[in-house]
């Protein structure tokens, strides 16, 4: 984990998405949750984020700055966890979970959801955790397309006391869908293979799935991807550099052509991405992927409060008195803009 976060926590919240964190069998899926996997994991994730220095004055700051899980949940192999700075956590509100199971019988967790949502400050927050169906085969981009058609239309959250919080995963100012989206590539094997062993990226994305479903398709409509310039993330041989289908295989295992299973993408103004990159990990047969948007943030403040903060010594009182009074005839309430960095991880 500590490899993973090599931002030097220079974020404000953290987002974990995981997928496949317990095996896929018959007693994983029909079973009970099985919390000490995500409690593990969290333990993992608190340890990581929250670095201590021997220096007590220097821990003291720190701890000012400490992270802190705000909301975790996990389906089946599906776990999302959302850590915030301690600061701000007393401006975040209303967290909930939504899970959508649409994996055996279209509604058991193997395949699926776990959405989380909050306020900051005045400003709402999606995050969606996915794994959606998989398979190379040609056409079977319908179900992963069925799939994420019924994330959007099943995922509910409550209204909240006053009936006014966002039901649905698009009511939300700020969305973001990570996981193992599990789209492929839509050319023969070989040729993938080929293209791929040339390091010719732009060449494959042509015909990757999910990128002709956010420019053509009808389930992805308007949500935005940043440039992908690292190499498919899937499939590699356990513990290896190396794709599946550049070593012997068992018999009877199914070959894999690369694809950029993995994948980062939102939804909305008010994000701006500034990386998008994939970690050389061998913890599984994918590499994960990590993206850090920035946001603004809407913030209200009640005008007398406002006002008492800007008649300072370090402003012109009369000047700001005079322009609040103009702004006040109607109102008690205005808003204003704030900035907050995310780091968001699919593992």
């Known amino acids: 984990m500590k490899e993973l976060l090599d931002s030097g926590n220079a974020c404000d919240i953290y987002v974990f998405g995981f997928q496949e964190v317990v095996p896929l ?9 099985k919390s000490k ?10 340890e990581a984020l929250n670095k201590t220095e021997a220096n007590e004055r220097i821990k003291q700051i720190e701890e000012e700055n400490n992270f802190r899980c705000i909301i975790s949940k996990q389906m089946v192999g599906i776990l ?3 850590w915030i700075r301690t600061n701000l956590q007393p401006f975040v509100r209303n967290p909930s979970v939504s899970c959508v199971g649409c994996g055996i019988m279209g509604c058991l967790g193997n395949k699926g959801s776990v959405s989380v949502r909050f306020q ?30 019924e994330i959007l239309s099943r995922t509910i959250f409550p209204r909240g006391p006053l009936l006014d919080l966002p039901r649905k995963i698009l009511d939300h100012d700020r969305v973001i869908f990570l996981g193992d989206l599990n789209y492929r590539i839509s050319l023969p094997e070989s040729a993938t293979r080929q293209l791929v062993d040339k390091g010719e990226w732009n060449a494959v994305l042509e015909y990757d799935q999910l990128r002709v479903e956010l420019m053509e398709g ?9 440039t992908i310039k690292f190499a498919p993330t899937y499939k590699y041989y356990p513990n290896s550099d190396a794709y599946y289908y550049g070593l012997e295989l068992v018999k009877g295992q199914k070959k894999r052509a690369p694809a950029w299973c993995d994948r980062i993408i939102w939804y909305g103004e008010g994000l701006k991405q500034h990386m998008y990159e994939r970690v050389e990990s061998k913890l599984s047969d994918h590499r994960p992927v990590k993206a850090i948007f920035s946001t603004q943030v809407g913030v209200a403040y009640k005008l007398k409060a406002l006002q008492n903060f800007f008649l300072s010594e370090r402003f012109d009182q009369h000047i700001i008195k005079n322009r609040l009074e103009m702004h006040s005839n109607d109102k008690d309430d205005f808003s204003c803009n704030g900035r907050y960095s995310l780091h968001l991880k699919d593992i």
């Open 25 to 33: 069998r018959a007693a994983s899926v029909l079973g009970t949750e």
């Open 37 to 46: 996997v995500s409690t593990k994991w969290n333990s993992l994730i608190r």
């Open 80 to 82: 999302i966890s959302v």
């Open 120 to 149: 900051l400050q005045e400003t709402s927050f999606c995050f969606v955790c996915s794994h959606l169906a998989s398979g190379g085969k040609e056409g079977d981009e319908r179900y992963r397309n069925s799939n994420a058609a």
């Open 218 to 226: 009808q389930v992805f409509e308007g949500w935005q991807e940043g």
